[in-house]
Nanobody, 124 residues
Framework: QVQLVESGGGLVQPGGSLRLSCAAS????????IGWFRQAPGKEREGVSC????????FYADSVKGRFTISRDNAKNTVYLQMNSLKPEDTAVYYC?????????????????WGQGTQVTVSS
């Protein structure tokens, strides 16, 4: 099994920045891709970004492309999501999740282990 713990959420003004962290432990050899997802109140969970096992390949949803950057430190078993130019519509609970697949995709059914989430609120 893999355990995931997200951190770094909080309240930020529009235009501000936050960096989320996802620390993985357990059977880390059992996964390849790590993804970030988010779920706003009353909406379905949607994929935000994902990164390959080496960190050499990344994928972003159109809604965050150019504003968010995903990175990975395998020595620390941690994945980061740097979020810049935040907008009120980015407000959501953000989750990280692991996938055994090598192909980069953001369909949540392809992810098996999930963290508990961290709240991000963008408001003035």
């Amino acid at each position: 099994q893999v355990q995931l713990v997200e951190s770094g959420g909080g309240l930020v003004q529009p235009g501000g920045s936050l960096r989320l962290s996802c620390a993985a432990s357990g059977s880390t050899k059992d996964y390849n891709t790590i993804g970030w997802f988010r779920q706003a109140p009353g909406k379905e969970r949607e994929g935000v970004s994902c990164i390959s096992s080496s960190g050499g390949s990344t994928f972003y949803a159109d809604s965050v492309k150019g504003r968010f950057t995903i990175s990975r430190d395998n020595a620390k078993n941690t994945v980061y999501l740097q979020m810049n130019s935040l907008k009120p519509e980015d407000t959501a609970v953000y989750y990280c999740a692991t996938s055994p697949a090598r192909a980069l995709q953001l369909h949540r059914l392809g992810y098996d282990y999930w963290g508990q989430g961290t709240q991000v609120t963008v408001s003035s």
